[in-house]
């Protein structure tokens, strides 16, 4: 009735923002250098817009629900930074054996998979991103190399005797105690050309013909 007055009323429907709220407490107090650069700049970009939409008096309910779904997914996909301790002390050893004399005697397929390991372990040690993922298979792999140091061969003294045997005029002696020379020196020159041989192997090369010799 264009006789009649009256007062208009808008009506404000507010967005609820209940489950943002709860979203935004439970993920504010996370700490950026408990977790890797990537995920850590996605879950903060997702904070800071919860934040902003939480403030805003007229977001709409697909702002609010968009804003917590996003806080949720980076909350959900940060990676943590391994814990590098155990590491560290693990190639602090690796490092001292690998200072020690006899360090020279590991055999050279031993010398290269634990130098490999070592080497990856410090490049993960370095990397302020590296995931626990990440650390724990540089330890394991560091580790498990660490005993292929236990693989070592001396071959001094059979290359010693081995050169001494092969001066030997084996034509003095009779073919009896001869043919064992030959045989023992020909098995040590087979371990001496083999770089991976090891001390086990070296000792009894070395045993037989000394043996050998000794009975000629």
Same mark, same amino acid.
């Given at each position: 009735?264009? &006789?009649?007055?009256?007062?208009?009323?808008?009506?404000?429907?507010?967005?609820?923002?209940?489950?943002? +709220?709860?979203?935004y407490d439970a993920n504010k107090d996370r700490v950026e250098e408990e977790y890797t650069t990537d995920t850590w700049a996605?879950?903060?970009?997702?904070?800071?817009?919860? %934040?902003?939409?939480?403030?805003?008096? =007229?977001?709409?309910?697909?702002? *609010? &629900?968009?804003?917590?779904?996003?806080? %949720?997914? =980076?909350?959900?996909?940060? *990676?943590?930074?391994?814990? /590098?301790?155990?590491?560290?002390?693990?190639?602090?050893?690796? /490092?001292?054996? +690998?200072?020690?004399?006899?360090?020279?005697?590991?055999?050279?397929?031993?010398?290269?998979? !634990?130098?490999?390991?070592?080497?990856?372990?410090?490049?993960? #040690?370095? $990397?302020?991103?590296?995931?626990?993922?990440? *650390?724990?298979?540089?330890?394991? %792999?560091?580790?498990? #190399?660490?005993? #292929?140091?236990?693989?070592?061969?001396? /071959?001094?003294?059979?290359? &010693?005797?081995?050169? !001494? @045997?092969? #001066?030997?005029?084996? %034509?003095?002696? =009779?073919?009896? =105690?001869?043919?064992?020379?030959?045989?023992?020196?020909?098995?040590?020159?087979?371990?001496?050309?083999?770089?991976?041989?090891?001390?086990?192997?070296? &000792?009894? @090369?070395?045993?037989?013909?000394?043996?050998?010799? $000794?009975?000629?």
């Amino acid at each position: 009735n264009p &006789d009649c007055s009256g007062t208009a009323k808008v009506i404000v429907i507010r967005s609820n923002k209940e489950a943002l +709220q709860e979203a935004y407490d439970a993920n504010k107090d996370r700490v950026e250098e408990e977790y890797t650069t990537d995920t850590w700049a996605a879950f903060k970009a997702a904070l800071d817009k919860a %934040e902003e939409v939480l403030a805003k008096t =007229t977001a709409t309910q697909d702002e *609010v &629900d968009a804003a917590e779904a996003e806080l %949720e997914r =980076t909350a959900l996909a940060l *990676v943590k930074r391994g814990d /590098k301790l155990q590491l560290e002390r693990l190639i602090a050893y690796a /490092k001292a054996e +690998q200072a020690k004399p006899e360090y020279q005697y590991v055999v050279p397929a031993g010398k290269k998979a !634990f130098e490999e390991a070592l080497s990856k372990a410090e490049t993960v #040690m370095a $990397d302020i991103d590296a995931s626990e993922a990440d *650390v724990q298979a540089a330890y394991d %792999e560091l580790l498990e #190399m660490t005993w #292929m140091l236990e693989y070592k061969g001396n /071959k001094e003294n059979l290359k &010693d005797l081995y050169e !001494f @045997a092969e #001066m030997l005029d084996l %034509e003095l002696y =009779t073919s009896k =105690t001869a043919e064992p020379v030959r045989a023992a020196l020909e098995a040590a020159k087979a371990v001496l050309d083999n770089e991976n041989a090891l001390q086990a192997d070296i &000792d009894e @090369a070395y045993n037989g013909l000394k043996a050998a010799v $000794d009975g000629l």
